[in-house]
């Protein structure tokens, strides 16, 4: 069962929450891969100075003005594709970062997308592990993850108690000026070893 649109719709930082605890799906060959989404950081509009969409509307970033639901996939230090998932009506961008998954389905798949065996707990314990072990790269942007026959879609889960969810500052923001820099809008599951280091 997907997510649907109007889900996405939310305001970002209640998103960015609601979406602890459900299920990132990617389907590879027919094989499902898998992970119960743990880590989650909130991105929000042109005032945000450490949103994309600060520096306006551009061909990187168009994704974040469009439909709510769709998967905003980009490239990042050279080297790395970071995911996130739009949030909010068109034109207002805003999205959010899927910074680390608790892996479940096709774990050995996840290993060899990742180079080889490791432990379990370090598979998708940070966003550009997670892309690399779901394989989710510049293809992937733009889709929509409300499509029941896609490859890329979340699934609901159980809902999380505010009391079990932790909050602090986004991280990697650089020279990011305050308030930007320390806005709590880093979530993620108390006590939970997958959450990224």
């Not at 996939?73 to 608790?102: C, K, Q």
Request: glycine share 10%.
């Amino acid at each position: 069962m997907h997510l649907t649109r109007s889900f996405y719709l939310q305001p970002t930082r209640r998103l960015a929450q609601s979406l602890l605890g459900c299920q990132l799906v990617r389907q590879i060959d027919g094989q499902r891969l898998s992970g119960l989404i743990v880590e989650t950081e909130a991105y929000i509009s042109q005032k945000d100075l450490a949103c994309h969409a600060h520096f306006g509307r551009t061909r990187r970033n168009e994704v974040m003005f469009g439909r709510p639901g769709a998967a905003y996939v980009y490239f990042t230090y050279g080297m790395h594709w970071m995911l996130n998932v739009v949030s909010e009506p068109i034109d207002f961008p805003a999205a959010v970062l899927i910074r680390a998954l608790e892996p479940i389905d096709g774990i050995d798949r996840m290993a060899l997308n990742r180079g080889g065996a490791r432990p379990i707990v370090e598979l998708c314990s940070g966003p550009a592990k997670l892309t690399q072990a779901l394989r989710i790269d510049r293809a992937m942007n733009g889709v929509n993850l409300c499509n029941r026959t896609g490859d890329l879609w979340i699934e609901p889960g159980e809902p999380i108690p505010g009391r079990s969810i932790a909050r602090g500052p986004r991280i990697g923001l650089g020279s990011t000026p305050e308030p930007w820099l320390n806005k709590p809008w880093r979530y993620w599951l108390k006590d939970n070893a997958f959450v990224s280091k």
